[in-house]
Nanobody, 129 residues
Framework: QLQLVESGGGLVQPGGSLRLSCAAS????????IGWFRQAPGKEREGVSC????????NYADSVKGRFTISRDNAKNTVYLQMNSLKPEDTGVYYC??????????????????????WGQGTHVTVSS
């Protein structure tokens, strides 16, 4: 059974940090691009960051650029999202998703939901004092 499981969410004060993990089971992430998405209450799901299958190409939404860092450890079958300098507007449910694609150009654009076949259940991030 193909599965993605996010972890690492929680409650953090503004200016704090969290590291989200996206672990795959039932398949290897070696040939998959991974996208991180988030959905704030009452809003549509938006693409936050993308990393190509090799890790050589990344992309970030303007709202998180310079604060978030996406990385992957294919040996651990896991992708990470390091989130620093968190703001209240970063609050939401964060999802990771996988798309079978071996090309770095896949992450030229921000992740779009329709391009990803496998999704995790999400992890909640709340940034509040």
């Amino acid at each position: 059974q193909l599965q993605l499981v996010e972890s690492g969410g929680g409650l953090v004060q503004p200016g704090g940090s969290l590291r989200l993990s996206c672990a795959a089971s039932g398949f290897t992430l070696d040939y998959y691009a991974i996208g991180w998405f988030r959905q704030a209450p009452g809003k549509e799901r938006e693409g936050v960051s993308c990393i190509s299958s090799s890790g050589g190409s990344t992309n970030y939404a303007d709202s998180v650029k310079g604060r978030f860092t996406i990385s992957r450890d294919n040996a651990k079958n896991t992708v990470y999202l390091q989130m620093n300098s968190l703001k209240p507007e970063d609050t939401g449910v964060y999802y990771c998703a996988a798309a079978w694609n071996r090309y770095a150009t896949f992450c030229t654009d921000l992740p779009q939901t329709g391009r990803y076949a496998y999704w995790g259940q999400g992890t909640h991030v709340t940034v509040s004092s």
